[in-house]
């Protein structure tokens, strides 16, 4: 049996940028992508926590060390500037692979940058 549980996420990243006329997306830092282990492509759940808006997408790599977090489509309706929200990435796992498994949990500052790496919830 297969388990859907927590990969990793980035917690309280703000939101840099919203762009309504790009076809959907998350555009996430190259560096933010990399520590978090998210792979371009890969379906993520963003949570707003300002709004409470909770939706899923795909991410889009962005500028390494930018501290870009920009909602693009029609995801930019789900969010404004200075939004602070939750990236979180989800993963299948056996039972066996769930008991040794720590998921990564990546925290930012302000301006989107590594302040902690933990590795479990």
Same mark, same amino acid.
């Given at each position: 049996m297969q388990i859907e549980s927590l990969f990793s996420k980035i917690h309280r990243a703000t939101v840099s940028d919203a762009n309504l006329n790009y076809i959907g997306s998350i555009t996430i830092d190259k560096k933010l992508m990399k520590k978090a282990k998210l792979k371009k492509g890969q379906k993520? /759940? @963003?949570? +707003? @926590? +300002?709004?409470? /808006?909770?939706?899923?997408t795909y991410? @889009? /790599?962005?500028?390494?060390?930018?501290?870009? @977090?920009?909602?693009?489509?029609?995801a930019a309706r789900k969010a404004e500037i200075g939004d602070k929200i939750i990236i979180i990435a989800y993963a299948y796992f056996d039972k066996k692979e769930l008991k040794k498994f720590k998921p990564r949990i990546v925290l930012v500052d302000e301006k989107n940058r590594v302040k902690e790496v933990k590795r479990d919830v």
């Open positions: 993520v /759940e @963003i949570v +707003n @926590i +300002n709004n409470g /808006e909770r939706f899923a991410v @889009i /790599e962005g500028k390494k060390d930018s501290g870009t @977090i920009c909602l693009n489509g029609a």
